[in-house]
């Protein structure tokens, strides 16, 4: 019998996936595609950060329970180090969450269109992942999520408030009325919290089932891979048995402690992103045919009336990188704009202004313009 090919040995929930992909770094380019923070360190923040640095020991293992970080997370919330899992990113944590609670064949349910990796790693473990619509502006429709609740009973529920990549939010009501319908955990993501000014921290107090998720990467710290869970506990207790012991790094705990005591300069930036948004969202609305969606976090989603990917390839020769989201199901012709710095997005107004003229004179075909770009 000849021996199966290696890919055959993969598994078949895992060869069905398409990996999730990122723009590579590329010098030159306005990059707005990943809803990070576009405010590199001051000097005087990069000098301390350099001293801290230089005492690591890259020659020991970090500390296992990033115990100075934890507290000074906790410290944050004011909750208690005892609630808190640190993970390599937010995205490690949803799989740390699916790995110990996602018995195989258990569904994962959340609104979509939503962040891609709910459902990526759900599926390449097994699990059945149910996406509900949101409503026709993306506003979230709680009567149908709680239908889709009662009939399919998720073993976790992913509520990503702003939704990315909608930008839209869920009230504190509508997460209460899911949490009171829902027989497995719900995990409120909120990567984008800081630029809603809304957390659901408050209610864990007297909500046993709810989870916050946050992440520093929307924040200004992305290189640093530091996300956590805030929860209870007794649920912390179970979720570090399968966490790998070493999975933040030394250099990241150490970053992540000397910047998050730099507060005001995380808060002024974040505060500068939100009245950028405010402005940016007007100036494209302003353009012809452009459908802009609301948004409480640090990027606005955006339809054209022209094809999408014509629109976003005629941004990028401009020199400016967005995230294209034709593909995604419901999101046909749309793209999400990162909130950069003024300067930057006034390079990204100027493209979409151009690209958007390359269209005028040309024939309506079906409600929407003639495909080729002059
Ligand atoms: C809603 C949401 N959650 C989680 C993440 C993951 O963030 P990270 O792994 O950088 O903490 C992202 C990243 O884009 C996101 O949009």
């Not at 569904?107 to 097994?126: N, W």
């Not at 107004?349 to 080729?372: D, S, W």
């Amino acid at each position: 019998m000849t021996p199966p090919r290696v890919v055959d040995l993969v598994k078949p929930e895992v060869r069905g996936l398409v990996a999730y992909r990122a723009e590579e770094p590329r010098s030159g380019l306005v990059k707005l595609d990943a809803n990070e923070s576009p405010f590199s360190l001051p000097e005087r923040i990069r000098d301390e950060l350099l001293r801290v640095m230089e005492e690591v020991s890259v020659n020991r293992y970090p500390d296992p329970t990033a115990g100075r970080l934890r507290s000074v997370l906790a410290a944050e919330h004011g909750v208690v180090p005892g609630q808190l899992v640190l993970g390599n990113g937010s995205d490690e944590l949803i799989q740390l969450l699916l790995l110990a609670v996602g018995e195989v064949g258990a569904t994962v349910l959340a609104p979509v269109p939503t962040f891609s990796m709910y459902a990526l790693i759900a599926r390449g473990q097994g699990l059945r992942f149910e996406g509900v619509r949101l409503g026709p502006r993306f506003e979230p429709d709680v009567p149908v999520i709680i239908e889709a609740i009662e009939r399919t009973h998720p073993r976790v529920v992913f509520l990503a408030t702003p939704n990315n990549p909608t930008g839209g939010v869920f009230s504190e009501a509508e997460i209460l009325k899911i949490l009171a319908a829902a027989p497995g955990l719900v995990v409120v993501d909120e990567a984008y919290g800081p630029y809603a000014g809304r957390t659901m921290l408050p209610h864990l107090v007297d909500q046993e089932r709810l989870i916050i998720l946050r992440t520093l990467s929307k924040i200004g710290l992305a290189g640093l891979r530091i996300g956590y869970v805030v929860t209870h506990s007794s649920l912390v207790a179970e979720l570090e048995k399968v966490r790998l012991p070493f999975n933040v790094n030394a250099f990241s705990q150490a970053a992540a402690v000397v910047l998050l005591f730099h507060r005001e300069w995380i808060d002024a930036n974040v505060s500068e992103v939100i009245r950028e948004r405010a402005r940016m969202a007007k100036r494209l609305t302003a353009i012809p045919g452009v459908e802009v969606y609301p948004s409480q976090a640090n990027f606005i989603l955006f339809r054209t009336p022209h094809p999408g990917n014509e629109v976003f390839e005629g941004l990028f020769a401009e020199g400016v990188l967005v995230r294209n989201l034709g593909s995604v199901p419901d999101l046909l012709n749309c793209l999400r704009v990162t909130v950069g710095t003024e300067e930057e997005n006034e390079r990204f107004l100027a493209a979409l202004t151009k690209v958007m003229q390359q269209y005028e004179g040309c024939e309506v075909r079906g409600g929407m313009k003639k495909a080729e770009v002059r």
